[in-house]
């Protein structure tokens, strides 16, 4: 008999009603957003699928470069495209933000061109 009350007690509370949402659960993106933001970034919907990513902006971004090691990010040519043998410079990444078509500069040298979207 107990064993019967104590299935019908278990039964009954899975049909109650559930708690209210709090403020840490209710709105997760405030939660990322915050956590964002202290790391100096901010929440932006990218890419062909608009996720929503914490894109951190780059002390060094547009700072003459000739290769990623020069940078807080990465090294990249202004232009994009067949480039022609020999040095290039490039520019320092602004933020961390992995879409676009791109060429890196590696030890001076542009690579191919790789475009993510």
């Known amino acids: 008999m107990r064993l019967l009350i104590a299935a019908l007690a278990l039964l009954a509370s899975a049909c ?7 403020p840490e659960t209710a709105t ?6 915050q956590a964002c933001a202290a790391r100096g970034g901010a929440l932006m919907r990218v890419g062909r699928l608009q996720t929503e ?3 951190i902006p780059f002390a060094d971004g547009g700072k003459v470069c000739r290769d990623g090691d020069d940078c807080r990010g990465n090294c990249y040519t202004e232009t994009a495209g067949n480039q022609p043998p020999g040095p290039v410079t490039g520019r320092c990444a602004v933020n961390d933000l992995p879409f676009g078509c791109r060429t890196p500069v590696e030890d001076g040298q ?8």
């Open 53 to 55: 990513q914490c894109i």
């Open 110 to 117: 542009a690579g191919p061109t790789l475009c993510v979207d």
């Open 16 to 22: 109650s009603p559930m708690a209210a949402p709090t």
């Open 28 to 33: 997760p993106t405030r939660t990322a957003e």
